[in-house]
């Protein structure tokens, strides 16, 4: 084994790791200097920013055609390769892990901004406005319910349902007749006078985007049945195997690709910004975010991790950096796009066994948003201080699992962490159209909650694995 750590091979791998990540550090650097460049000594027009935007948007683009295949192959493999009481006790571990770590960041999100109070002294919500469609906690819940059992199975690989409430003003003068049945309620402004009334209407649709929530869950369900199945179900199995490992391989040749995606998504991001002064004004509480952020992901995290495992836990933010890297610059507000290079982190770095990741990971990274529910709170309350709005302790507390539902329930949703805030203050009763203030600096922190993320997923499949080790270990004697 030595002399294998030592050959040229080895070393020329190393090389090359190390090699890939400096070029996207790089990239970065260079990201920014090209968009501040072109931002202040070039007139650049919107569809000459939108050719500066394709080579990053053709990167991602990439990575989202093969995540989807990669997560459900990977949860079907990851169930075939455990007995069906393993995998039980392994997705218990999971939604367990997943559930205390979001609160614990939605608790510490509530302290730092109860105690910072970011929001007071700064006269944002002055700006002009812009109106927010609303937006019912009730209404994510049921299609989260409706997207657990999808219609049709390979239609949740590119669409999901989602239901929108659509205002409709009545013309002035009309009757007062009977509602028509897709409406939902009435409302009026201004007095009891028809001429202001509203109809409020409930629009469900099914919208682009992967519906991950079901995909996940009918994969679980298929490798539960495949297992089952035993031997007739062999050559099935082993085709999702090779499938896995297929597209695990394509991804390793598209990562090459990174440095110059990177480049070009920077300087886009770059010519993006308009306002200044806002970001001036939103510096605190972007501040107070990243401390957060910090908190979680440097005490909280690495202190489960040594109590559970007794082990250094610094050791995993080396073995992890790759994946960690890759999050922080994609920034696709969910850690399934930097998913492929999770799993090279975990199984080859970290050295878990290669079942649980392929079980766990794809689980965790679907639901587990610990930055993403940290930010929520914190943008939920500095809005309402913004506003002069005194909390008490009910609505604190509403609010908390207010933003631990919507953490999970936006899972798999294309929506940013703005319009996630959106919900929970329209739930709670706070005012929704501030919420687009947030827009000037959420592009930016949803970078740093994508890291965490990734972060919460590599510690738990450690701390997984650490758990389920004697299961395993007997596994594979009766194997």
């Known amino acids: 084994a030595h002399q294998i750590t030592e050959s040229p091979l ?26 501040l460049l072109l931002k202040f000594l070039v007139s650049i027009s919107p569809p000459h920013n939108h050719w500066i935007q394709m080579p990053g948007e053709i990167f991602i683009n990439v990575l989202q055609l093969f995540a989807v295949p990669l997560i459900v192959t990977s949860v079907i493999a990851g169930v075939t390769d455990l007995k069906t009481q393993m995998s039980k006790k392994t997705a218990i571990l999971a939604a367990t892990y997943v559930c205390g770590t979001t609160l614990t960041a939605v608790a510490i ?21 812009v109106d927010v469609p609303p937006i019912s906690v009730h209404l994510v819940l049921q299609d989260l319910l409706r997207n657990m059992i999808p219609e049709n199975f390979l239609q949740a690989f590119y669409e999901q349902y989602k239901t929108f409430i659509v205002q409709i003003k009545s013309p002035p003068g009309e009757a007062d007749v009977s509602l028509p049945q897709h409406t939902l309620f009435r409302t009026y402004t201004g007095g009891v006078s028809r001429q202001n009334a509203t109809d ?69 991001q770059v010519l993006e910004i308009q306002d ?53 610059i994609i920034a696709s507000s ?59 302790i009910g609505q604190l507390i509403s ?19 703005a319009v996630s805030t959106i919900l929970v203050l329209t739930a709670v009763g706070l005012p929704a159209e501030d919420a687009y203030i947030l827009l000037v600096v959420e592009w930016l922190l949803d970078h740093f909650n994508t890291t965490l993320n990734v972060l919460g997923d590599c510690f738990g499949v450690a701390v997984i694995d650490h758990l389920c080790h004697d299961a395993l270990m007997g596994y594979n004697i009766d194997r």
């Open 109 to 129: 999100g509530l302290t730092l901004v109860l105690l910072a109070k970011p929001g007071e002294g700064q006269d944002i919500s002055s700006t002009e406005k």
């Open 10 to 35: 080895s070393f020329l791998y190393i090389y090359i790791s190390h090699w890939t990540q400096l070029t996207t550090l790089i990239s970065v650097g260079l990201g920014l200097g090209l968009g």
């Open 399 to 417: 609010i908390g699992l207010t933003v631990s539902i919507a953490s999970f329930g936006t899972a798999g949703i294309p929506a940013t962490g």
């Open 334 to 392: 969910q850690s399934s796009a930097t998913l492929p290079v999770t799993f090279q982190c975990c199984e080859e770095k970290m050295k878990v066994n290669e079942r649980i990741c392929r079980l766990i990971l794809p689980i965790v990274t679907t639901i587990n948003m610990n930055g993403t529910g940290l930010y929520e709170v914190i943008a939920t309350i500095f809005v309402a201080q913004i506003n002069d709005i005194v909390l008490d």
């Open 276 to 328: 200044w002064t806002a970001i001036i004004k939103l510096t605190k509480l972007s501040g107070l975010v990243l401390l957060g952020l910090v908190i979680h992901g440097f005490v909280f995290l690495p202190g489960l991790y040594f109590i559970i495992l007794r082990r250094n836990p610094f050791v995993i933010y080396k073995k992890a950096s790759r994946a960690l890297i890759t999050a922080l």
């Open 200 to 268: 409020i209407k409930l629009i469900g649709k099914y919208i682009a985007g992967a519906n991950m929530v079901g995909l996940v869950i009918w994969s679980f369900v298929i490798g539960i049945l495949l297992n089952r199945a035993g031997r007739r179900a062999k050559v099935a199995v082993e085709a999702i195997h090779c499938l896995n490992s297929a597209i695990k391989i394509i991804f390793n040749w598209i990562l090459w690709y990174l440095p110059l995606g990177v480049l070009f998504l920077v300087a886009h």
